[in-house]
Nanobody, 120 residues
Framework: QVQLVESGGGSVQVGGSLRLSCQVS?????MGWFRQAPGNEREGVAA???????YYDASVAGRFTISRDNAKNTLYLQMNNLKPEDTAMYYC?????????????????WGQGTQVTVSS
């Protein structure tokens, strides 16, 4: 069973930056970040395959960057130019599917989440 532990959330002002980290017990083919705001469904933010291919939701493309450090067993999400609508609980996720995207069905294991709050 893959274990995922997120960190790095916090409160920032509009235009600020945060870097989320996810300590991963075992990397799988596809790793991703999801988020869920109160009253909303969980949505995929970014994903990365073992080969380094990256996938982003249109709402974060150009602002967020997903990366993985295999030596440190850590997944990252660099978030720049943050907006109030980025406020949500962010979850790290892993998937055993041999296809990678931000689609939720590709993932089967989730972390406990880390809160990101962006204020104006």
């Amino acid at each position: 069973q893959v274990q995922l532990v997120e960190s790095g959330g916090g409160s920032v002002q509009v235009g600020g930056s945060l870097r989320l980290s996810c300590q991963v017990s075992t990397f799988t083919y596809c790793m991703g970040w999801f988020r869920q705001a109160p009253g909303n469904e969980r949505e995929g933010v970014a994903a990365i395959s073992s080969g380094g291919s990256t996938y982003y939701d249109a709402s974060v493309a150009g602002r967020f960057t997903i990366s993985r450090d295999n030596a440190k067993n850590t997944l990252y999400l660099q978030m720049n130019n943050l907006k109030p609508e980025d406020t949500a609980m962010y979850y790290c996720a892993s998937g055993r599917s041999n296809r990678c995207s931000t689609t939720e069905r590709r993932f089967d294991t989730w972390g406990q989440g880390t809160q990101v709050t962006v204020s104006s």
